[in-house]
């Protein structure tokens, strides 16, 4: 079956995690870099969710998991180690419309969570469809190689260019081949080679008159 790629705003919506192991450890600390209200529902918790329920960063109903705890979920995660929960959590989850991530159990989930790389706000995520995590771990570490840490200046000095440029009047296809140039002309490469001055010779060159292209660098190469 093909997966529909989406990404989603979660920031200050509830997402259950029902099961407080490891695997529901991970899921958490994704969830909450991406700003989630995160409630976990398990009678025992590992150190690090225990730790995180203490800093008050989630919630945590310290028991099992019974009927209507989905109620007001935007995301649930099935994390147990006991089938007859995780079934019963899945019928609550269809039954009221609740997205749910069953783990490992691809074909019985409403979304996978997939192998990601991040680099600011760069996100590039790898999919085999639940059929090889695998492989889907082997790719993802083939791009962290190939799509370092300085992408995120890159990333950010694009939008940062683009929040000044819409505030002005003017045509859009010219905006977009003026991007296009910026990219023709290697500007990826000089702000990954943290070579600022020909950044902003470049930048200087290509940008409406006007614009402070120190401060857009002096933003993003601290």
């Known amino acids: ?12 919506k509830l997402c259950l995690v029902i099961g ?34 203490t800093k008050g960063e989630i919630e945590l109903q310290q028991r099992g998991y019974r009927e209507g ?25 269809r039954k009221n419309g609740v997205f749910l991530n069953i783990a490992d159990e691809p074909t019985r989930c409403d979304f996978q969570v997939p192998a990601q790389v991040r680099r600011g706000e760069l996100l590039l995520t790898v999919s085999t469809g639940g059929a090889s995590p695998a492989l889907a771990k082997l790719i993802r570490e083939q791009l ?3 799509f370092d840490g300085e992408y995120g200046k890159v990333i950010s000095l694009f939008a940062r260019i683009r929040d000044v440029i819409v505030d002005r009047p003017g045509n859009s296809e010219v905006n977009r ?13 000089l702000v990954r080679g943290s070579k ?13 008159e006007g614009i402070d292209v120190d401060a857009l660098i002096g933003a993003v190469s601290s």
């Open 1 to 12: 079956m093909m997966l529909y790629p989406v990404n989603l705003q979660i920031a200050g």
């Open 20 to 53: 407080g192991g490891k695997v529901g450890l991970r899921k958490i600390r994704t969830l909450l870099s991406c700003g989630a209200r995160v409630m976990v529902i398990s009678p025992e918790v590992v150190e690090g969710i225990a730790l995180l329920v």
């Open 69 to 93: 705890d989905l109620a007001g979920a935007f995301l649930a995660f099935a994390v147990t180690n006991n089938r007859r929960i995780q079934d019963q959590v899945a019928t609550e989850a």
């Open 144 to 146: 962290e190689e190939q």
């Open 177 to 189: 081949v003026m991007f296009q140039r910026l990219l023709q002309a290697g500007l990826v490469d």
């Open 196 to 208: 600022w001055e020909l950044v902003a010779a470049l930048l200087r060159s290509e940008l409406p």
